[in-house]
């Protein structure tokens, strides 16, 4: 379940690099800013569920 979340995360992050060099190459910084900006959010996105899953664990291990 993780691996493939890792592997999707992983992917935006190239794919959101490259398109963001390609735009500053064309001379767009802003809108490179912008598809790095928007690949932060969806990486943020497909992390949470993982982040969530730690953060069980962790309340699990706590006393109380």
């Known amino acids: 379940f993780f691996l ?3 592997l ?3 992917g935006v992050a190239y794919l959101g690099e490259f398109a963001a060099a390609i735009c500053q190459d064309a001379g767009e910084q ?3 800013r912008k598809v790095e900006f928007a690949a ?3 990486i943020a996105v497909l992390a949470l569920p993982i982040m969530i899953a ?3 664990s962790l309340m ?3 006393p109380g």
Do not use: W
């Open 4 to 6: 493939a979340t890792i």
């Open 30 to 32: 802003a809108v490179a």
């Open 60 to 62: 699990q291990l706590m």
């Open 8 to 10: 999707k995360i992983l």
């Open 54 to 56: 730690i953060l069980e």
């Open 40 to 42: 932060k959010i969806i």
